[in-house]
């Protein structure tokens, strides 16, 4: 099966009334429910001035009401920056409050601002992801934890909450280099494949991951999820009349803030979107999600449908067309 997933834009244009922008994220999620989406995710970041953006687990935890059957979770939670005794209590709570159909997505970040901010070295950051996970299932499925590591401290305690699934909700990792990918795959239990990798690459890279799998002794991950950027319209030309004010907006706004190119900030955007992108007609875009599934067992598309200023109405029809291929695929 094919699942397709919504990524939900929680961040807006400096200057834009965020009070007016909720009713409409709301319209968009309950869309994307009705339109047969698999799954909803939010994006995290911190000290985003003067960007507006909605703090994650309030946010995820308004849309549960509204998000029917679909799976949830972070796409991604900067979890280095935490300490794992608050996400493991958090992710249990959503857990219990979506029913079991939480999804635990982590990363390490990228921006040397929020760690500055919070006080975690930049070199810190994968230690502190490794036991931070050890610490999360171990709390998550013990009744009384004692752990000693080099970053966190539980002297005998247990947490409040445990959550529905068990062993606890799936922990899907971001990573695009190959020490960060070969890491996913020994703690993890899927790769999240960011937007910036081309299919090219994983031509190499989903092998080096399942090898890695394998090596570790793990079972064959059940989902391949991967991020891409998306829109449709009635062609192709269109497409990119609709939406290329939007992205050049997203992607401007990262290198405005001296962001890294982990997020395309310096780039053509035309050359960066070139196998990255699904921006077509429906048939168009359905080839090329199937072409991923076929070739690469890619069976979870986590879809970016809206960009900051990106026009809600234009939005909305693109995801109505992503939910018809999703029902023609399935």
């Known amino acids: 099966m094919i699942k397709i997933g919504f990524n939900l834009l929680n961040h807006f244009s400096p200057g834009t009334d965020v009070t007016h922008e909720l009713p409409l994220m709301l319209e968009q999620v309950r869309a ?6 698999h799954s909803l995710w939010l994006g995290q970041h911190f000290l985003m001035a003067p960007v507006p953006y909605f703090a994650y687990t309030p946010l995820i935890a308004r849309l549960i009401s509204e998000a029917g059957d679909m799976v949830i979770g972070p796409c991604i939670q900067l979890l280095p920056l935490y300490n794992p005794v608050t996400v493991a209590e958090e992710a249990a709570t959503l857990d219990v409050l979506s029913e079991g159909r939480y999804v635990l997505g982590v990363g390490l970040g990228y921006r040397q601002e929020e760690c500055d ?4 070295g930049w070199k810190e950051r994968a230690a502190r992801m490794t036991e931070g996970i050890e610490v999360i299932r171990r709390l998550w499925t013990e009744e009384t934890v004692h752990h000693e590591g080099k970053y966190y401290k539980v002297e005998g305690h ?22 960060a990918i070969k890491r996913a795959a020994r703690i993890g239990d899927a790769w999240v494949i960011l937007v910036t990798v081309t299919s090219e690459e994983l031509k ?13 002794g793990r079972p064959a991950p059940l989902e391949i999820p991967i991020t891409r950027d998306i829109h449709i319209a009635d062609d192709h ?26 997020e395309g900030a310096s780039f ?43 026009d809600h109405e234009t939005t ?14 399935n």
């Open 32 to 37: 994307a429910r009705d339109s047969g989406f």
């Open 204 to 216: 190499e890279q989903i092998p080096m991951y399942l090898e890695a799998v394998k090596e570790a």
């Open 316 to 329: 909305i029809k693109s995801l109505r067309r992503l939910g018809e291929i999703a029902t023609e695929i």
């Open 237 to 262: 030309a269109k497409a990119w009349d609709e939406c290329r004010d939007g992205l050049t907006r997203k992607y401007g706004l990262y290198n405005s803030l001296g962001l890294n190119s982990s």
């Open 268 to 310: 053509s955007l035309e050359d960066f979107a070139k196998d990255r992108f699904f921006i077509g007609d429906k048939e168009a875009v359905k080839d090329e999600i199937l072409r991923y599934y076929e070739e690469f067992g890619i069976n979870h598309f986590i879809m970016r449908m809206q960009w900051p200023g990106h």
């Open 158 to 179: 247990g947490t409040s909450l445990k959550p529905v699934q068990q062993p606890g909700p799936p922990i899907w990792i971001a990573a695009v280099a190959e020490p």
């Open 117 to 120: 901010a919070f006080d975690i």
